[in-house]
Nanobody, 123 residues
């Protein structure tokens, strides 16, 4: 049973920083793509960043230079370091994992999802 559990969300001020964690258990595929997504009520899910088993990463344009995705393989944890936060970053953040590489991946190709952690950024 694969489980993904996000943590680290909360409230912050514009210009501040937060680090989200996604603790994974039960996942043992050697090829994978890990992703962070976010969603606000009434809008579609937005891909934020992803990283695959080849350590290749990709970023959405609106977070490039501010957010950094990484994997702590020893702890089986996915991280999202968020800096220079903006009110527009306010959303529910989800982590997900897919059995394939990240290149050209669509969100429906992710096999497992976490429950999400809320990030709220005040002006």
């Amino acid at each position: 049973q694969v489980q993904l559990v996000e943590s680290g969300g909360g409230s912050g001020q514009a210009g501040g920083s937060l680090t989200l964690s996604c603790a994974a258990s039960g996942y043992s595929y050697s090829r994978h793509c890990w992703g962070w997504f976010r969603q606000v009520p009434g809008k579609g899910r937005e891909a934020v960043e992803d990283i695959d088993s080849e350590e290749i990463t990709s970023y959405a344009d609106n977070v490039k230079g501010r957010f950094t995705i990484s994997r702590d393989n020893a702890k089986n944890t996915l991280l999202l370091q968020m800096t220079s936060l903006k009110p527009a970053d306010t959303a529910m953040y989800y982590c997900a994992v897919s059995h394939r590489y990240c290149s050209g991946i669509h969100d429906y190709e992710y096999n497992y999802w976490g429950q999400g952690t809320q990030v709220t950024v005040a002006p």
